[in-house]
């Protein structure tokens, strides 16, 4: 059974940084597509980034408001896939989870997949 421990989520100023973790455990094969998504308020879940784990290859939201300021990377010997999040706004404000899917290839993992595991998620708060 896969599972996905999220940590890492805290309280920041408007501007501020934060690095999100995801450590992972399970079939390797069942999680070789891990995601963050996120929930704020007034808007449903999106997908914020994904990475193919065996390669490394990762994928972004479209958002033009998230690209160029959220990075994902993963420490493949410690199985945890981090968020790092930079200048933050008090709209990046919420829960952010991390998921994970079994894809047959790299470009079959995207921010847009749909995921069969999910983590508790933690939580982001940003204050102006």
């Known amino acids: 059974q896969v599972q996905l421990q999220e940590s890492g989520g805290g309280s920041v100023q408007d501007g501020g940084s934060l690095k999100l973790s995801c450590a992972t455990s399970?079939?390797?094969?069942?999680?070789?597509?891990v995601g963050w998504f996120r929930e704020t308020p007034g808007k449903e879940r999106e997908g914020v980034a994904a990475i193919y784990t065996p390669e490394g290859l990762t994928d972004y939201a479209d958002d033009i408001d998230m690209k160029g300021r959220f990075t994902i990377s993963q420490d493949a010997a410690k199985n945890t896939v981090y968020l790092q999040m930079n200048s933050l706004k008090p709209e990046d404000a919420g829960m952010y989870y991390c998921?994970?899917?079994?894809?047959?290839?790299?470009?079959?993992?995207?921010?847009?997949?749909?995921?069969?595991?999910w983590g508790k998620g933690t939580l982001v708060t940003v204050s102006s």
């Open positions: 998921a994970a899917k079994s894809v047959l290839y790299g470009p079959r993992c995207s921010a847009y997949a749909g995921m069969d595991y």
């Open positions: 399970g079939p390797t094969n069942a999680r070789n597509c």
